[in-house]
T-cell receptor
Framework: NAGVTQTPKFRVLKTGQSMTLLCAQD?????MYWYRQDPGMGLRLIHY???????AKGEVPDGYNVSRLKKQNFLLGLESAAPSQTSVYFC????????????????FGPGTRLTVL | KQEVTQIPAALSVPEGENLVLNCSFT??????LQWFRQDPGKGLTSLLL?????REQTSGRLNASLDKSSGRSTLYIAASQPGDSATYLC??????????FGSGTQLTVLP
C-alpha cells in the first residue's frame, strides 16, 4: 500500500516549456487535490476532483490544467511554464465525508519540486 | 475569505516540555479542522482531524482542541521529544469547499 505517490520528484524547466505532473493513489479515494506550497504562504489549492471525469478550480488555478481520466490518477499540466510557477507541488486524496462536497481527512504525497528558469 | 493564522512562526523548547501550538481562523462556519506535520523536504502527514461538532481529538501524546465560536484551535504536545521537531500546519475546511492552510509553526525540540 503505497498511499499517494507523485512523479517526478524534481524537475527544472525553461520558461515556456510544458510538463505534466502525475499523482497516483491506491486507497480508492474519490477526492483528489493539487496544491502548491511557497515559502511563508502555506499551501494553496490549485485544482481538485470529486470523482473520475470531474475537475474544479481551486484558489490559484491560472496557468494549470488537470485531468482525472482514472479514479486513481490525477494529472496536473503546465502548458507554458513561467518563473512564478516555481514551487513545491503536492497532491492529496481523501474519501468523501457524510456531508456532500466536504473534505474528509486528506492524505498527501511527498511532493514535486519544480524550478522554472 | 477564510484566513488561518498560526502563532508563533517558530518555537524552540527543551526536551520533555509540554507545549501548545495555536491556530486561529476568521470564518467560524467550518466543517472540520485538520492538523498536519511536515518534515523538511517531505510531504504532509495528517495528525488529527476534528469535525465541527467535536471539541477535541487525541492521538498518543497529541491533543487537539477546537473552539468554533472563538475561531481557535490548539495542538497540545505532551513530553516533547527531539523527533517531534517539524513544521506543524493547521487547515480548515469551510464554506468555500477548500482546505485553507496556515503558514505553520516550526518546532524545534532541543535534546
Amino acid at each position: 500500500n503505497a498511499g499517494v505517490t507523485q512523479t517526478p520528484k524534481f524537475r527544472v524547466l525553461k520558461t515556456g516549456q510544458s510538463m505534466t505532473l502525475l499523482c497516483a493513489q491506491d486507497m480508492n479515494h474519490e477526492y483528489m487535490y493539487w496544491y502548491r506550497q511557497d515559502p511563508g504562504m502555506g499551501l494553496r489549492l490549485i485544482h481538485y476532483s470529486v470523482g473520475e471525469g470531474t475537475t474544479a478550480k481551486g484558489e490559484v488555478p491560472d496557468g494549470y490544467n488537470v485531468s482525472r481520466l482514472k479514479k486513481q490518477n490525477f494529472l496536473l499540466g503546465l502548458e507554458s511554464a513561467a518563473p512564478s510557477q516555481t514551487s513545491v507541488y503536492f497532491c492529496a486524496s481523501s474519501r468523501p465525508s457524510p456531508v456532500p462536497g466536504v473534505s474528509n481527512e486528506q492524505f498527501f504525497g511527498p511532493g514535486t519540486r519544480l524550478t522554472v528558469l | 475569505k477564510q484566513e488561518v493564522t498560526q502563532i508563533p512562526a517558530a518555537l524552540s523548547v527543551p526536551e520533555g516540555e509540554n507545549l501548545v501550538l495555536n491556530c486561529s481562523f476568521t470564518d467560524s462556519a467550518i466543517y472540520n479542522l485538520q492538523w498536519f506535520r511536515q518534515d523538511p523536504g517531505k510531504g504532509l502527514t495528517s495528525l488529527l482531524l476534528i469535525q465541527s461538532s467535536q471539541r477535541e481529538q487525541t492521538s498518543g501524546r497529541l491533543n487537539a482542541s477546537l473552539d468554533k465560536s472563538s475561531g481557535r484551535s490548539t495542538l497540545y504536545i505532551a513530553a516533547s521529544q527531539p523527533g517531534d521537531s517539524a513544521t506543524y500546519l493547521c487547515a480548515v475546511f469551510a464554506s468555500a469547499r477548500q482546505l485553507t492552510f496556515g503558514s505553520g509553526t516550526q518546532l524545534t525540540v532541543l535534546p
